[in-house]
């Protein structure tokens, strides 16, 4: 059985005022199986943040299911969302969403503060995953203080220290230089060959290059999806390209 399976979700927005409905999901289904990177594309209004927004519990479809772990989302008691997203997701965002007045490590730790954890609980998750993303030395400093690419990683550090079963990325490197795109692609790749499954949405054909398959969504649908199989990230990323030309102009896939 798949970790996440969305079955043919539809959403579509009302307006207050007694505008047209929008349909910004018409018909998706996919699903994710345990340890896959898998990259989301498509152009602006196409429907990925509506999807990502689903995936995340703070939406729920108008039709359709999503389950993780065969539970399904929009059947879990709103008093008990805010504990389900902080036990099976992590959140990586394109503008970080640290808290200024907090230094690294505080906003590391606040996941597990609001979960109930002892200090000594937090200290022990954080000092293995600090190593693995290179900024113990980092952690008493404030988000004012680092480059985007080391706020990013401390990011990175707040998602991945719940053990979430799922972490969704939302135009993670959008912000961030092309240097520090590289080693935070890097990172993905390294925390997602341990095992943890990553979902992404993107832009960026570079970044949806590092994953092993990528779902385009077109019009509220999955339009295509392309695996990696053997294919380099240079070759990949070349493919990518060549479906979204498609996508854009209107031309069949292959």
């Known amino acids: 059985m798949s970790m996440l399976e969305v079955n043919?979700?539809?959403?579509?927005?009302?307006?207050?005022?007694?505008?047209?409905?929008?349909?910004?999901?018409?018909?998706?289904?996919?699903?994710?199986?345990?340890?896959?990177?898998?990259?989301?594309m498509g152009e602006s209004g196409s429907g990925k943040t509506t999807l990502l927004n689903i995936l995340a519990a703070l939406d729920k479809p108008t039709s359709g299911s999503v389950r993780l772990d065969s539970k399904e989302l929009s059947k879990i008691k709103d008093s008990d969302i805010a504990a389900f997203r902080r036990d099976y997701l992590g959140f990586v965002f394109q503008d970080f969403n640290l808290l200024d007045t907090f230094s690294l490590e505080d906003n590391i730790y606040l996941p597990l503060v609001l979960s109930g954890k002892s200090p000594d609980e937090m200290k022990k998750r954080l000092e293995p995953i600090?190593?693995?993303?290179?900024?113990?030395?980092?952690?008493?400093?404030?988000?004012?203080?680092?480059?985007?690419?080391?706020?990013?990683?401390?990011?990175?550090?707040?998602?991945?220290?719940?053990?979430?079963?799922?972490i969704l990325a939302d135009e993670p490197t959008g912000a961030l230089d092309s240097k520090a795109t590289d080693e935070l692609l890097k990172l993905f790749s390294s925390i997602n060959q341990r095992g943890q499954t990553i979902l992404m949405v993107t832009h960026s054909v570079k970044a949806a290059s590092h994953a092993g398959r990528v779902l385009f969504i077109k019009d509220g649908e999955v339009y295509h999806q392309l695996y990696r199989g053997n294919s380099t990230d240079n070759e990949l990323y070349q493919k990518i390209s060549d479906t979204l030309t498609m996508l854009m102009t209107g031309g069949e896939h292959r």
């Open 130 to 166: 600090a190593q693995q993303l290179g900024i113990t030395s980092l952690l008493k400093k404030y988000p004012y203080e680092v480059s985007g690419g080391q706020k990013q990683r401390a990011a990175v550090a707040r998602a991945l220290i719940t053990s979430p079963r799922l």
């Open 8 to 40: 043919s979700v539809k959403k579509i927005y009302t307006t207050r005022f007694g505008g047209n409905p929008v349909q910004a999901l018409s018909n998706v289904s996919f699903q994710v199986e345990e340890g896959e990177y898998v990259a989301i």
